[in-house]
């Protein structure tokens, strides 16, 4: 061990500008802003239904109070596209096999 004192160097160099947090960073950490919930969405087969499901992903980048009107429109497309499957005709029924008598 020596008892000499390593002699200083040149002075770090330090910024006179403040640093300022980009507003995506500040987002990310601000625990009230909206944050993604990560539910999955499995896709059902149906083009007009997996795209009304779609839509609920706008719901992640809202505000709480933003949510209903993003769930209400997926509930009326979805109840709208079910009552459509309920409005078409089926195919028609084959004829009775037998007469029914009084």
Same mark, same amino acid.
């Given at each position: 061990?020596?008892? &000499?004192?390593?002699?200083?160097? !040149?002075?770090?160099?330090?910024?006179?500008?403040? *640093? &300022?947090?980009?507003?995506?960073?500040?987002?990310? #950490? =601000? +625990?009230?802003?909206?944050? !993604? @919930?990560?539910? +999955?969405?499995? !896709?059902?087969?149906?083009?007009?239904?997996?795209? /009304? /499901?779609?839509? /609920?992903? =706008?719901?992640? #980048? /809202?505000? &709480? =109070?933003?949510?209903?009107?993003?769930?209400?429109?997926? #509930?009326?497309? @979805? *109840?709208?596209? @079910? &009552?459509? @499957?309920?409005?078409? !005709?089926?195919?028609?029924? +084959?004829?009775?096999?037998?007469?029914?008598?009084?």
């Amino acid at each position: 061990m020596s008892d &000499t004192a390593p002699e200083p160097g !040149p002075e770090p160099e330090t910024e006179t500008v403040p *640093r &300022t947090v980009p507003e995506e960073q500040e987002r990310e #950490h =601000d +625990p009230a802003a909206p944050a !993604p @919930l990560g539910v +999955p969405r499995t !896709p059902t087969g149906n083009a007009e239904a997996d795209a /009304l /499901l779609d839509r /609920l992903a =706008d719901a992640d #980048h /809202l505000a &709480t =109070d933003g949510h209903v009107e993003v769930y209400e429109d997926v #509930h009326r497309g @979805l *109840r709208d596209a @079910l &009552t459509a @499957l309920d409005a078409r !005709p089926g195919p028609p029924v +084959p004829p009775a096999s037998h007469q029914h008598r009084s």
